[in-house]
Nanobody
Framework: QVQLVESGGGLVQPGGSLRLSCAASGSIFSIYAMGWYRQAPGKQRELVADDTLGRSTNYADSVKGRFTVSRDNAKNTVYLQMNSLKPEDTAVYYC???????????????WGQGTQVTVSS
C-alpha cells in the first residue's frame, strides 16, 4: 500500500503565497511522475503541474510563471510553490504520483486526499 499525505493548504489573500507538500510512504518499485491536480466546485479535475522525473515539467497555462513544482527524491516528496495567488486558484488540490508498485505490475495513479486552497480577501 502507498499513502500520500498532503499539507500546506489554507486561506490566503490575493497576491499571497502558499507551499503544498506531498509525502509518499510505502513500498514503491518506480516513480514515473509526481505532480498536482486541482478541482474547483462544479468543474472537472485539471492538471496544475507535474514533473516527469527530470525529463520535463508541465504546467497549466493559467499557472505558468506563478507556480513551481519540485521534488525531493530521497524523501519521495513533491512540492508546489504557489505565488501571486488569484481567487480563481481556489480549489481542492490533489497530489498525484504515477508509480509502479511492483516490477510485474503496470504503472498506476495514486492520489492524495486533497487539501483546500482558498484565495480570498
Amino acid at each position: 500500500q502507498v499513502q500520500l499525505v498532503e499539507s500546506g493548504g489554507g486561506l490566503v489573500q490575493p497576491g499571497g503565497s502558499l507551499r503544498l507538500s506531498c509525502a509518499a510512504s510505502g513500498s514503491i518499485f518506480s516513480i514515473y511522475a509526481m505532480g498536482w491536480y486541482r478541482q474547483a466546485p462544479g468543474k472537472q479535475r485539471e492538471l496544475v503541474a507535474d514533473d516527469t522525473l527530470g525529463r520535463s515539467t508541465n504546467y497549466a497555462d493559467s499557472v505558468k510563471g506563478r507556480f513551481t513544482v519540485s521534488r525531493d527524491n530521497a524523501k519521495n516528496t513533491v512540492y508546489l510553490q504557489m505565488n501571486s495567488l488569484k481567487p480563481e486558484d481556489t480549489a481542492v488540490y490533489y497530489c498525484n504520483l504515477k508509480v509502479q508498485l511492483k516490477a510485474w505490475l503496470p504503472p498506476e495513479n495514486v492520489w492524495g486526499q486533497g487539501t483546500q486552497v482558498t484565495v480570498s480577501s
